[in-house]
């Protein structure tokens, strides 16, 4: 049995600038943690005595006899991918999915990881965000960016470059007392609202023509980002207000990013003491990211107090195989009874 653990990631400046169309030809760039939330992915090879090759446990479960009756098309091609049969994989998540934290991508690295655990093979993760986004975005035809599965890979507080058909991770270099004070200044509400984000995606880049001067602006503040988080003498405060800007940026680049809902609890935010904020994701539902001063921080939570607060701390670690026990897999049909 393999089980793999891999964190949801929130993602702070220059989300669209991590799509091929955009970035092979002005480059791209984003800013972007994880925290300690996770999706968990189990696996084993299913005994042979079960009347089906494969269980499959998500939010559905699928029990089918080939690879080609699986409907989960992450799933069904991430076992084309790497050659796994007769398995059963159960899926089990800290947050819901569609909801703006790069779940979907957070799964296909966590079980990608667990799959090559599964064969005895070692995959950096390098290699796990790589076959992520293959996987993705040719196998499965999923319209998005990049760096969601780059983020779940290898966790942390990074700034992901684009460029090339290719990215670069570097680690953001800040003080832990500035990322502590980072930390506690982030406020993650659910709205309640779930969307599919390749849904959204197409909808931008079907817009995208139109919005290559917003895209331009909003990986401009990628490095003011990274210049207040690693300046001790910055102030923090000005992540929160470089929020604010961003969030109106991106709002403007596809007409399902935001909607009246949306716009109407961010607004009540700021009335209640946040800096500023943004909504996570692709847009359209998912998790309310605010930037609030402690003292301000109840007043928040009295204001939207129909939302569910989410407390959360960051993390490093990415992917990681938290149980390997593996077997000598031999297939049924070579099985003697």
């Known amino acids: 049995m393999i089980i793999s653990k891999t964190p949801f990631r929130m993602s702070f400046f220059g989300g669209g600038t991590d799509m091929p169309a955009f970035f092979n030809e002005h480059g791209g760039a ?28 998500y939010s ?30 159960t899926y089990e998540g800290d947050l819901p999915a569609r909801t703006g934290l790069g779940t979907s991508s957070t799964f296909a690295v966590g079980m990608l990881h667990a799959f090559y655990a599964l064969k005895g093979k070692y995959a950096d993760k390098r290699k796990l965000a790589e076959d992520a986004i293959i996987l993705e975005r040719e196998r499965c035809k999923e319209s998005g960016g990049w760096q969601d599965q780059i983020a779940a890979a290898y966790g942390g507080l990074n700034r992901i470059d684009f460029g090339d058909n290719s990215f670069k991770v570097s680690p953001i270099i800040i003080h832990p007392d500035r990322k502590k004070l980072l930390n506690d200044n982030l406020m993650l509400f659910f709205t ?17 023509h ?57 607004q009540r935010g700021l009335k209640a003491g946040a800096l500023g904020g943004k909504l996570l994701g692709a847009g359209g539902g998912g998790f309310l990211l605010f930037y609030v001063e402690k003292d301000k921080q109840q007043h928040i939570i009295n204001e939207l107090d129909e ?5 959360f701390e960051l993390e490093n670690e990415g992917s990681t195989i938290i149980h390997y026990n593996p077997i000598v897999y031999i297939p049924r049909k070579e099985i003697k009874i």
């Not at 984003?30 to 446990?57: A, G, Q, W």
């Not at 139109?210 to 210049?227: C, F, G, H, I, P």
């Not at 300046?231 to 405060?237: G, R």
């Not at 939302?307 to 407390?311: A, D, F, I, S, Y």
Request: negative net charge.
């Open 30 to 57: 984003v800013i972007s943690t994880t925290f300690d939330k996770y999706c968990y992915v189990n696996v084993r090879h299913l005994p042979p005595f079960m009347p089906y090759y494969s269980e499959l446990v």
């Open 60 to 89: 559905r479960i699928e029990r089918v006899n080939h690879i080609d009756e699986i409907e989960h098309p992450a799933i069904r091609e991430a076992m084309r991918m790497l050659d796994i049969h007769e398995i059963r994989l």
């Open 192 to 208: 309640g609202i779930s969307r599919f984000s390749s849904e959204i995606q197409k909808d931008t880049m079907s817009q995208q």
């Open 210 to 266: 139109d919005k290559t001067r917003q895209l331009k602006e909003l990986l401009s503040l990628v490095n003011d980002a990274q210049t207040i988080l690693e300046d001790k003498h910055s102030d923090m405060n000005d992540f929160g207000r470089l929020l604010d800007h961003t969030w109106k940026l991106k709002r403007d680049t596809g007409s399902k990013i935001s909607n009246n809902e949306i716009d109407d609890l961010y």
């Open 307 to 311: 939302l569910m607060h989410v407390p």
